[in-house]
T-cell receptor, first 116, second 112 residues
Framework: DVKVTQSSRYLVKRTGEKVFLECVQD?????MFWYRQDPGLGLRLIYF???????EKGDIPEGYSVSREKKERFSLILESASTNQTSMYLC???????????????FGSGTRLTVV | QQQVKQSPQSLIVQKGGISIINCAYE??????FPWYQQFPGKGPALLIA?????SEKKEGRFTISFNKSAKQFSLHIMDSQPGDSATYFC???????????FGAGTRLTVKP
């Protein structure tokens, strides 16, 4: 019954490495999102995509980029990982309510990234 | 800058008690207000949501109260159970559903 799958539960990377976080959804949702979750700060939006090859910056895009080549897949890229990017990363997807009348996000289980 | 402000940060309630979590927002363009529940090691899951055309929505033991003029909404958990112990997030988005903003979260502990 898994609907949003994140490729890794735990990752440890070195400072300066290029890091790829992958997310796949099987619900044919138009929208996909990357959030990071930090204690006391809640979920902060990094990037989102409302269509293939389309992307929009969220509140904290610095140091990140994204790629959406297929509707079901949304990748988060850390170009040069830094220790302040140590966090829990959550991927989510949602339908377009203007075409489906449906709201609400479905989240993956998260990837806990540690940059050392 | 937090677009949705949530309080309290943590909450301890006895089994059978009422848990109340509050949220406030600034952007009047928001028109969808969900609550998410997150257990350790899991992603947040949609619990209950409300649109601003109603002031209250109830699903089982969970109720959202919405005050449009005050730009506030709250989650009430009646007859709280130890299994309700989790982190709760309020959120808000516009009708395009592609820019949801979340509160900082409330860690609820229900003591048996």
């Amino acid at each position: 019954d898994v609907k949003v799958t994140q490729s890794s539960r735990y990752l440890v990377k070195r400072t300066g490495e290029k890091v790829f976080l992958e997310c796949v959804q099987d619900m044919d949702h138009e929208n996909m999102f990357w959030y990071r979750q930090d204690p006391g700060l809640g979920l902060r939006l990094i990037y989102f995509s409302y269509d293939v090859k389309m992307k929009e910056k969220g509140d904290i895009p610095e140091g990140y980029s994204v790629s959406r080549e297929k509707k079901e897949r949304f990748s988060l890229i850390l170009e040069s990982a830094s220790t302040n990017q140590t966090s829990m990363y959550l991927c989510a997807s949602s339908p377009n309510p203007r075409t489906t009348g449906l709201y609400g996000y479905t989240f993956g289980s998260g990837t806990r990234l540690t940059v050392v | 800058q937090q677009q949705v402000k949530q309080s309290p940060q943590s909450l301890i309630v006895q089994k059978g008690g009422i848990s109340i979590i509050n949220c406030a927002y600034e952007n009047t363009a928001f028109d969808y207000f969900p609550w998410y529940q997150q257990f350790p090691g899991k992603g947040p899951a949609l619990l209950i949501a409300i649109r601003p055309d109603v002031s209250e929505k109830k699903e089982g033991r969970f109720t959202i109260s919405f005050n449009k003029s005050a730009k506030q909404f709250s989650l009430h958990i009646m007859d709280s159970q130890p299994g309700d112990s989790a982190t709760y997030f309020c959120a808000a988005s516009r009708d395009n559903n592609n820019d949801m903003r979340f509160g900082a979260g409330t860690r609820l502990t229900v003591k048996p």
